[in-house]
């Protein structure tokens, strides 16, 4: 059993910031790529950020030059630091992570974490 936990949502103003965190934890043998996506009302789920565990980093257009995402292989953990945030950015950002249980299987498994609001006041 995995577990993502996510933290670090809340309200802001347009133009701040907020970083979150999601901890992975449990039975995790290696984790490949992770990532954050995020879904606003009536919209579909989207990709906002992905990282893998080389540290290669693929972005959203939408947040291009203003989101940086990173991770902790020792601590199983990604970040993602929010600068410059819109009124658009309000949505439940999702953690993401791809990873195998076992050494014995070479499956990989997608985990997501339970969302957390961000909101961005104009």
């Known amino acids: 059993q995995v577990h993502l936990v996510e933290s670090g949502g809340g309200l802001v103003q347009a133009g701040g910031s907020l970083r979150l965190s999601c901890a992975a934890s449990?039975?995790?043998?290696?984790?490949?790529?992770m990532g954050w996506y995020r879904q606003a009302p009536g919209k579909q789920r989207e990709l906002v950020a992905a990282?893998?565990?080389?540290?290669?980093?693929n972005y959203a257009d939408s947040v291009k030059g203003r989101f940086t995402i990173s991770r902790d292989n020792a601590k199983n953990t990604v970040y993602l630091q929010m600068n410059s945030l819109k009124p658009e950015d309000t949505a439940v950002y999702y953690c993401?992570?791809?990873?195998?249980?076992?050494?014995?299987?070479?499956?990989?498994?997608?985990?997501w974490g339970q969302g957390t609001q961000v909101t961005v006041s104009s």
């Open positions: 993401n992570a791809r990873l195998r249980e076992s050494a014995r299987t070479p499956y990989e498994y997608s985990y």
């Open positions: 449990g039975s995790i043998f290696v984790i490949n790529d």
């Open positions: 990282i893998s565990s080389g540290g290669s980093t």
